[in-house]
């Protein structure tokens, strides 16, 4: 079994994984974003069993990421919307999206993101605050930031 | 048991999830991408068990994300290098550090990315072609790519 927590890590990807860090939780935050937002629509659209659906919902709305709201009663039903915190999810999605489009899709891109506003493609990029340029991602390193244990390299 | 791959989604952050979606997988390449490049050292930081850290370099070599290099003989001991491919996961791992950052790190941010030409600070932003501007993420939406099959929503 693989830990669900990082106990030892002071890493906000660790933090993020602890969330996220399962296939199936972030193809089902993909789909509510686009919309998708009732149990048997997310159930038939991925294709995976009810009682890990409602595992991964059940998680993700304890994580902030996903709101339940009922709209139907008598029997209950229940809707999963996508909170602020679950958008801010996006350029995950992106990233994810960009680099799968690069090295795993020789036909070309299944899908593209979209600017609503414009129409315009969106793409998550690295931006830098000191020179204002985007960059090659080669040139990255680390250093420890304000939330770091004492004695952290 | 999930499943490893997804044969029916012909959507690439399905695809990226089936290389990186597991929790160790990102750690190891996050560790991996700070040059810690040995088998030894990547154990005693991770923490994992040998045969799922063996299991999960196996699976980034065989994916084209880290070269095996042979730094010795007798007894043969390798090291794990970074490839391209892989280098191209920093926005990925910047934009989990990001949401992070923000959403998991009271303290501040454990970690900062640096752009190593000019000290400055990283993040990983949507990126619009159509208005040149950093937009807010919750203007998104999909539409069917050029690599989209055929009836593609």
């Known amino acids: 079994m693989l830990p669900r927590t990082y106990p030892e890590e002071n890493c906000s990807i660790a933090r993020s994984l602890e969330i996220l860090g399962d296939r ?33 919902l059940e998680r993700l709305v304890g994580a902030g990421i996903l709101d339940r709201r009922l ?54 990029e690295l931006v830098c605050d000191g020179c204002d340029l985007d960059i090659e991602a080669i040139h990255v390193s680390t250093r420890a930031g304000p939330g770091a244990r004492r004695r952290s390299p």
Request: charged residues 25%.
């Open 71 to 124: 709209y139907q009663q008598r029997p209950d039903r229940s809707e999963y919307l996508v909170t602020e915190k679950g958008r801010a999810l996006w350029p995950v999605l992106v990233a994810m999206m960009d680099w799968g489009d690069r090295y795993c899709s020789p036909l070309g891109p299944p899908r593209i993101a979209v600017h609503e506003t414009c129409g315009g493609t969106l793409h998550a």
């Open 24 to 56: 199936w939780t972030l193809l089902v935050l993909r789909d509510a974003l686009r919309g998708i937002s009732r149990f048997d629509a997310l159930q038939a659209g991925l294709g995976l069993a009810k009682n890990v659906l409602a595992d991964r």
